[in-house]
């Protein structure tokens, strides 16, 4: 068989959008990174081949933003009818083409090697070239949901739920054991303009009345089936195969319910699709220098090494899943945000081994909230940020969070990943210019804050046409400017859908988002001259290359993609 062997300062095994984040993070910000995934798509739990939503902090403008926006705004501008072949598409090019990024899918992480306490390599054998790849790295980062460098590793780690003394924890069973919550094959449907027969496979499970259906929503407009559910009873990786088998049992027999055995309004609706490859929440978990709890939560998680955040409920759903006949999951609240501190993103006894995603070092009880996808994918670009300042600063994942965790936070901020509680170092060049605007208020945009919070929007509202003007005590050399626009962090639907409903509205870019803009600096007789423009810009985070001299700048809205008014949260140049 083939052998190829890499060497890169980075690698990430999974490529769901945790592993996504964290390779594509470190790679802009120099480190030379390997993503070794064992599917053909990328996105993990959103990709084609599960179809679960991305999911995060429930409440006003608490929307995760940073390199996960910049994806879920791509697709709203190139993918409108929300096909999943597109969206496969933008997850693989946004790390495919990511210089610095070296990508292997279809490639299965299977051995390590060891130097004390340290990994110096992993192997994956690809499928489709029949290759073995060896990849030796100076950090790795398990993003592969399962954990699988940790029995190879030796790494600690956790499965199923703790008791509820072990940390007072009183959403817990009373003893500990080896439950998870369980894993789903999702099914999609299209409505078309005719009735569709349904003839279900003879292996199918059968619900013929509402009450085998218990507690399960099953309006085909309004849910995903999520709680096609089973597994939390059996081992949650070994057993997959034998779990899936019945999964597809019951999927084909809740449609044969939906369509055969009473009205459900879905005479017209055909199954449009079926996941053979089940969507898992939970099975191995590291254990790191700190192991978030159900009462980090609670407290709101206000740590000093916050590199990101949570706000979905504690959705604990239940082991035995649909066959289960009370309600399938418990919603305990969780105040949103709530932050995760750093030190739950490395390993506790191997020292070159970062891990996000479901897998972080948390509790069962607070993992049921920290799951879902899109704090996951901010977990993964804090990682990635990290091994970069890591890699920079010839430091371990401990060693950041001993020397450099102000870097890496203040680093998370510019790249527009929001830390509840933390304010963004704005440049000294901005700090003392003085700040004018034909109209409004400009001083939000240089307050470090760059979203609402609770009654403060935090950014400059003006018309189309007005401006915002920078004057500088003395010429500066400009090299940079960044931006950071309105992307709606309240915009409903959810960025891929559930189902298809005939004549479905296209979705688009945010009408808050400007579109085109301007920026003008002055010369020595007065005059302002155009030094950057753009006429079709679709992102929230905008960073400009500049090489230019000003003692004074203009930022211009010329055009939003619908809104009367542009809002603008952040203005820097350094």
């Not at 001299?549 to 820097?572: Q, Y």
Request: one cysteine or more; hydrophobic letters at 35%; glycine letters at 8%.
């Amino acid at each position: 068989m083939k052998r190829k062997i890499h060497k890169v300062d980075f690698c990430v095994v999974g490529g769901g959008l945790a592993g996504m984040l964290a390779s594509i993070s470190a790679a802009r910000h120099g480190a030379r990174v390997l993503l070794m995934h064992d599917r053909p798509v990328l996105g993990g739990n959103a990709s084609s081949e599960i179809r679960m939503w991305v999911c995060g902090a429930h409440g006003k403008n608490n929307k995760e933003t940073g390199i996960l926006e910049e994806i879920l705004l791509e697709n709203l501008y190139r993918n409108p009818q929300r096909v999943y072949s597109i969206w496969d598409s933008i997850l693989y090019e946004k790390v495919k083409f990511e210089e610095n990024i070296t990508l292997l899918l279809n490639c299965t992480c299977n051995d390590l090697v060891m130097d004390g306490d340290k990994i110096r390599s992993i192997k994956g054998w690809q499928l489709t070239s029949e290759t073995w790849h060896t990849v030796e790295a100076t950090l790795f980062a398990d993003c592969s949901g399962d954990s699988i460098l940790a029995p190879l590793s030796g790494a600690e780690f956790r499965v199923g739920r703790e008791s509820a003394s072990e940390f007072g924890e009183d959403i817990e069973p009373e003893e500990a054991d080896k439950k998870t919550m369980g894993m789903s094959c999702l099914i999609q449907a299209r409505e078309t303009d005719r009735p569709q027969p349904f003839i279900p496979p003879k292996w199918a499970y059968e619900y013929p009345t509402e009450d085998d259906l218990p507690y399960r929503g099953h309006d085909v407009r309004n849910t995903n089936f999520w709680w096609i559910e089973l597994g939390g009873e059996q081992d949650s990786i070994h057993d997959t195969e034998e779990i899936r088998d019945e999964l597809l049992k019951v999927a084909f027999g809740v449609w044969d319910h939906i369509k055969n055995h009473g009205d459900h309004g879905a005479e017209n609706w055909v199954l449009d699709w079926v996941g053979f490859l089940p969507g898992k929440r939970e099975s191995r978990r590291y254990i790191g220098d700190h192991i978030i709890t159900q009462n980090d939560v609670r407290a709101e998680g206000r740590f000093d090494d916050i590199v990101a955040y949570g706000g979905w409920s504690m959705d604990d759903h239940h082991p035995s899943g649909i066959n289960w006949k009370g309600q399938p999951t418990i919603f305990h609240p969780a105040p949103s945000p709530f932050g995760i501190p750093y030190r739950c993103l490395y390993s506790k006894n191997i020292s070159n081994l970062f891990f996000a995603g479901r897998n972080i070092s948390a509790t069962h009880a607070s993992m049921s909230s920290t799951r879902v996808m899109a704090t996951c994918a901010i977990l993964g670009q804090a990682v990635g940020t990290s091994a970069s300042i890591a890699i920079k600063h010839n430091l371990s994942p401990r060693g950041v969070y001993q020397e450099k965790i102000k870097e890496l936070q203040q680093t998370l901020m510019d790249d527009d990943c929001y830390l509840p509680w933390q304010v963004r170092v704005i440049p000294d060049a901005v700090k003392s210019a003085m700040l004018t605007a034909s109209e409004g208020d400009p001083e939000p945009i240089r307050n470090g804050i760059d979203r609402p919070v609770g009654d403060n929007n935090n950014c400059w509202t003006g018309k189309v046409g007005s401006y915002v003007e920078y004057t500088f005590e003395f010429t500066q050399l400009i090299t940079e400017i960044r931006l950071v626009f309105d992307s709606d962090l309240n915009r409903i639907p959810l960025n891929m859908p559930c189902n298809y409903p005939l004549n479905a509205e296209p979705v688009s870019v945010p009408k808050s988002m400007i579109k085109a803009f301007r920026i003008e600096v002055v010369d020595f007789l007065g005059n302002w001259n155009v030094v950057a423009e753009e006429h079709n810009n679709y992102q929230r985070l905008v960073k400009i290359k500049t090489n230019i001299e000003a003692i004074a700048l203009r930022f211009i809205p010329l055009e939003t993609w619908g809104s009367e008014k542009a809002n603008l949260f952040a203005w820097d140049v350094r």
